[in-house]
């Protein structure tokens, strides 16, 4: 199984800063038919199910803030988020769909400092 | 508007069985595979079913020959048989939609999730 790993843990951003989380996936998640990394990042405020923000590493889901953005390539991904609002506090997760079985990282926790 | 709502979570002892259900609307049910993913505190979340359109059911190693999916596409109804349960299978289920889209192999509508605990 691909195993994806994120850093940091958590991390703590003023408002209106960028916040930047990590994502890497112990090989490729590049699906050479599409072109396109198979790679996702999730949202998950407390007490509410994930959300899905991004797929094909850099593409954002209908809805998505454009302050949410994604990139990467291979196996090393980033979430970035340009200017933290206080409504973005949540655990954001990578997932990788290449293959079966889909597997998400161990999560990064976004507050305020 | 999609809704996924789930039901059956319970305490139940280590090698006990039960069932889980997840009623869908607001959207074609039939034309969508499904999935239950959980999330523990441990571990995060893991993936541990899905079904295709077809009926084709899938699993992770952790739970083969132990879950097992299935759906009604006539009531809009998913299932989850949990037999064999362990204290590691403590966990809060959620029925998740796979999307059709050029976002397939992701999850993106999850229901508020049951929460399934087993000990003794």
Redesign the interface.
Known sequence: DIVMTQSPDSLAVSLGERATINCKSSQSVFKSSKNKH?L?W?QQKPG?????LI??AS?R?SGVPDRFSGSGSGTDFTLTISSLQAEDVAVY?C?H?LD????????TKVEIK | EVQLVESGGDLVQPGESLRLSCAASGFTFSTYDMHWVRQTAGK????VS?IGTAGDT?Y?GSVKGRFTISRDNDKNFLYLQMNSLRAGDTAVY?CVRGPRG??Y????Y????TLVTVSS
């Open positions: 198979n996702a999730y509410q199910p994930p959300k899905l797929y094909w593409t889901e997760y997932q769909y079966s079985p889909p597997i998400f990282g161990e999560g | 995060g979340l893991e993936w899905a899938h992770p959620y050029d976002n192999g992701t999850f993106d999850w229901g508020q999730g």
